[in-house]
T-cell receptor, first 111, second 114 residues
């Protein structure tokens, strides 16, 4: 079983839609959960991260962690064409440990 | 603030040839990472430097890959000899301290081995 799994998509939604991106992981030792956005031919950029369980909101983005089911989600409200990118979830045991990335979900927001 | 600089952006080589990638981290960043991102996969850490010392190189194929960080600033990653399966984007990232949540990535070098 892979340490972190993610539906690769591609996911295509109309502008203004609510987008839900999800990952599952296998090891309950992971404590930090991150979401990166990667535009085509660019490096990943950190969108947000959460520690342990719970929700975290930043503008149109909400990250959610359910440690009991080892499930993490990223919600994008009022999606924009500029949100079109690959979204990578990432997990790590401590903030200075090796990061395990998911394979990414490709998102297209159609105007 | 200038970001992480990498060169070249693209490289095509034949198998069994050698290749080198260069990374200039953000000024003052002590930690430097090299990642390999194969098409359709997430980045995989190859090596992590803290200043000019190696913190983690457990996933670096040491029979063909080598990396160095001179004077704790710039870094080079070398592959010799290259294999077809080395085709990937090689990403460099840097952070001020050791916390990955503070890391910034460069644009990467796209390597194609034919």
């Amino acid at each position: 079983q892979k340490e972190v799994e993610q539906d690769p998509g591609p996911l295509s939604v109309p502008e203004g839609a609510i987008v839900s991106l999800n990952c599952t992981y296998s090891n309950s030792a992971f404590q930090y959960f991150m979401w990166y956005r990667q535009y085509s031919r660019k490096g990943p950029e950190l969108l947000m991260y959460t520690y342990s369980s719970g929700n975290k909101e930043d503008g149109r983005f909400t990250a959610q962690v359910d440690k009991s089911s080892k499930y993490i989600s990223l919600f994008i409200r009022d999606s924009q064409p500029s949100d079109s990118a690959t979204y990578l979830c990432a997990i790590v045991k401590t903030s200075y440990d090796k990061v395990i990335f998911g394979p990414g979900t490709s998102l297209s927001v159609i105007p | 603030e200038a970001g992480v600089a990498q060169s070249p952006r693209y490289k095509i080589i034949e198998k069994r040839q050698s290749v080198a990638f260069w990374c200039n981290p953000i000024s003052g960043h002590a930690t430097l990472y090299w990642y390999q991102q194969i098409l359709g996969q997430g980045p995989k850490l190859l090596i992590q430097f803290q200043n000019n010392g190696v913190v983690d190189d457990s996933q670096l194929p040491k029979d063909r890959f080598s990396a160095e960080r001179l004077k704790g600033v710039d870094s080079t990653l070398k592959i010799q000899p290259a294999k077809l399966e080395d085709s990937a984007v090689y990403l460099c990232a840097s952070s001020l301290g050791v916390e990955i949540t503070e890391a910034f990535f460069g644009q990467g070098t796209r390597l194609t081995v034919v």
